[in-house]
């Protein structure tokens, strides 16, 4: 499977971007799906993740109640909604998903076989 990830761009604190992340391929349904980010000089960390079913979700402490992640199984998409957007989130956001996916290890990257290039999101004034 192939992912393309869009929507990342720049914003006023305060403001809301939507990512998008497209996968190839007519079995997007069987893979659990996460955001993850990478600021500049830092490691890559979990955002936001959800299981194939759509029924399991996990977010960060960090974007807890301002970041939604949700699918759409018959556009091969999943976004993940951004609000209330902070300084701090500024990196590089990349999706990943894989058919092992579940709660308990939706958070590590090395869970994930397949990722995309990574869009960037920059919160500044």
């Known amino acids: 499977v192939q992912l393309q990830a869009s929507g990342g761009g720049s914003v006023l604190p305060g403001g809301s971007l939507r990512l998008s992340c497209v996968a190839s391929g007519r079995t997007f349904s069987r893979y659990g799906v996460g955001w993850f980010r990478q600021a500049p000089g830092k490691d890559r960390e979990f955002v936001a993740g959800?299981?194939?079913?759509?029924?399991?979700?996990g977010y960060a402490e960090s974007v807890k109640g301002r970041f939604t992640v949700s699918r759409d199984n018959a556009k091969n998409t999943v976004y993940l909604q951004m609000n209330s957007l902070k300084p701090e989130d500024t990196a590089v956001y990349y999706c990943a998903v894989d058919d092992n996916i579940i709660l308990s290890s939706m958070r590590r990257s090395s869970s994930y076989d397949h990722w995309g290039q990574g869009t960037l999101v920059t919160v500044s004034s």
């Open positions: 959800l299981t194939r079913g759509g029924s399991g979700t």
